[in-house]
């Protein structure tokens, strides 16, 4: 799909691997390849969605120091923010079921993201 967020088919279910190592961390080069991942899944006739993560860190949420390495700008601070809303907001009103498969952590964005999906599976990690 693309180097951020990998698709693997499964039939009619299609599992949407965040990849933005180390920690999924949430900028709007991430968040436009999911929302991007998930449009192309119901186009593909997915009947439902699979969102998971890291082993150990589903989404570490929003890339603070790159938010904070844009300073003052605020028109990019704005378009960062549009976009985890837009990731937000596809993941939300998908036409098909979206279940995140959470093994690791999802502070703050990454919570955010997982309460936007119909369902949450969470395993216990490796202690």
């Keep these: 799909m693309s180097e951020l967020v990998d698709r693997l088919v499964h039939g009619p279910v ?14 709007p080069s991430l968040c436009d390849a999911l929302a991007a991942a998930i449009n192309a899944a119901v186009s593909a006739g997915a009947h439902g969605i699979v969102l998971c993560g890291g082993p150990k860190v589903f ?3 929003l890339d603070v ?7 003052e700008d605020r028109a990019a601070l704005k378009s960062a923010w549009n976009a985890f809303f837009s990731a937000a907001r596809t993941l ?27 369902y ?5 990690g490796p202690a």
Excluded at 14 to 27: C, D, F, G, M
């Design 14 to 27: 299609h599992e949407l691997k965040l990849a933005r190592a180390p920690v999924n961390a949430l900028n």
């Design 59 to 61: 989404s570490a949420g």
């Design 65 to 71: 120091p790159y938010l904070v390495s844009l300073g």
């Design 92 to 118: 939300a009103q998908a036409p098909i079921p979206v279940v995140a498969a959470m093994s690791g952590h999802a502070p703050a964005g990454g919570c955010v993201l997982a309460l936007c999906c119909d």
């Design 120 to 124: 949450r599976v969470m395993a216990r």
